[in-house]
């Protein structure tokens, strides 16, 4: 990934006035040079704006620059991450499979997702409750359990879903060796690459075959605009298997062009198909299109993407360093501060291998108290805190917390909680780009509600002379 990317691509000056900065293009519509030009749009038979549900010339630049980001051939801009979920995994699921029973191992159930269980609440949510409704079976697994993947994918799979880095305990993914898998079954895989950002990973050069974004996060890194993106790698053979895949290698009415059978998107767009087929059935039909003021906001962020991954990376080093050393901190959970045990975990010999350029600020870390002896002592640590804010978003420029269980994954049972490595006193943050001295020394006093008692031994904030920070105010004080 380069930083010319982020700042020029999909976009160049153009007549009349040559401007910059890429135009919000505000409207709703465009009108057409003629009749038989609109005729060809509707078709899908000639390129062009037919309505801002689908397609507009702003969104239209983030979504080349993005999908160059990622090295994919085209992606789909929608109105939320959690749209862009949905939609990259519905247009993969597609009908169910009753005309194929009996037919290659088909018994004609309900098509399947094999997910790790490792994923935002928000997805889980999507997954377990929204998607049983539609008669979709999500099986769930470790994302580092290879061999339950294996066992997982069936005949009726139709996607792998993992994020590259876990939200929210930071834990990463062997994406190679789970491409490897589910290729092998005929699956496309799917990676929720939130939280790397193509700075840090690009999981279509590891055998993802599909990537999704929510740009609300550090894509768009201000807190100010919803987005997401459903980036198309172009690799996956759908047409290999055309009873399989029939919304992709199949012809449709839906793309006839006014008489016959209609073509395929395999054979109408060779080299992204996927994203054809998000954008021309589930956007057009489901309408979650991202507003072109959004997209100007998440472009210019973009803009600056790369200096803002570093400094952010950099701030969570230290602050995960710190909070290992704390004696009110039971455990970290950062690829950084695992690197080095004996013996190495898989997140650490992945981050190693995958992760030159580290593995994020967003990360998570258990409390050290009996959350049954003491259930005030999480609400009590962050309503402590001040710079730290308390919200639901992560990837800002400002350092935010967040409490799992009660937030994020709130809906899972306390057991399934505990399966995906979440306990009652894991805490959430996600680095910003404060000053990291103020960000540990925030830290340290609110810890101190924790443990109860000065701790001379641990940091800025509790040593003689040193700054500390006004709860109330969020300020640093000498």
């Not at 894509?219 to 992709?248: E, T, Y």
Request: charged share 20%; proline share 6%.
């Amino acid at each position: 990934m380069s930083s010319t990317t982020t700042i020029h691509a999909g976009y160049a000056p153009a007549a009349p006035h040559f401007p910059v900065a890429v135009p919000v293009h505000q409207t709703t519509a465009y009108e057409f040079p003629s009749y038989a030009d609109a005729r060809q749009m509707f078709a899908l038979t000639k390129p062009g704006f037919t309505y801002s549900r689908t397609g507009n010339p702003t969104v239209a630049v983030l979504e080349q620059r993005v999908a160059e980001l990622e090295g994919g051939t085209a992606a789909v801009a929608l109105a939320s991450g959690q749209s862009a979920v949905a939609l990259a995994l519905l247009a993969l699921l597609g009908r169910g499979d009753a005309e194929r029973a009996g037919v290659d191992g088909h018994d004609g159930g309900p098509r399947t997702i094999v997910a790790a269980r490792q994923l935002y609440g928000g997805t889980l949510d999507l997954l377990t409750d929204t998607f049983a409704d539609f008669g979709y079976r999500v099986d769930f697994v470790d994302h580092q359990d290879l061999d339950a993947w294996r066992a997982a994918i069936t005949p009726r799979t139709r996607a792998v879903l993992l994020e590259s880095i876990t939200n929210p305990l930071a834990e990463l993914a062997d994406v190679p060796a789970i491409a490897e898998i589910a290729h092998a079954a005929g699956v496309p895989v799917v990676v929720d690459n939130t939280l790397a950002t193509p700075v840090l990973y690009r999981p279509l050069e590891h055998g993802a075959d599909i990537v999704v974004h929510s740009a609300t996060k550090f894509l768009g890194g201000h807190g100010s605009a919803l987005a997401g993106v459903v980036v198309d790698g172009g690799r996956f053979d759908f047409a290999a298997d055309p009873a399989k895949w029939q919304q992709l290698a199949a012809p449709k009415a839906r793309y006839a062009a006014g008489s016959g059978a209609g073509a395929s998107l395999v054979e109408r767009y060779p080299s992204c198909p996927f994203a054809a087929l998000v954008r021309s059935k589930y956007l057009h039909d489901l309408g979650p299109a991202l507003a072109p003021d959004a997209a100007a906001s998440i472009l210019r962020s973009i803009e600056t993407l790369e200096l803002r991954i570093a400094r952010h990376g950099a701030n969570a080093r230290a602050v995960a360093a710190h909070l290992a050393e704390h004696p009110a901190v039971a455990r970290v959970h950062h690829p950084a501060v695992l690197a080095g045990t004996a013996p190495e975990s898989t997140t650490a010999r992945i981050a190693a291998r995958d992760y030159p350029r580290g593995a994020g600020s967003v990360f998570a870390f258990d409390l050290a108290v009996d959350p049954d002896r003491d259930p005030d002592a999480v609400g009590r640590f962050i309503d402590a805190l001040g710079l730290f804010k308390l919200v639901a978003n992560l990837g800002d420029t400002r350092s935010l917390v967040a409490h799992p269980a009660a937030m994020t994954h709130c809906r899972m049972t306390r057991e399934q909680r505990a399966a995906a490595g979440i306990s009652e006193t894991t805490i959430r943050v996600s680095i910003g780009l404060e000053e990291p001295e103020d960000l540990v020394a925030d830290l340290d006093q609110a810890l101190l509600t924790v443990v109860g008692t000065h701790i001379d031994s641990v940091g800025a904030a509790t040593a003689a002379g040193a700054r500390t920070l006004d709860p109330q105010e969020g300020r640093v004080a000498s």
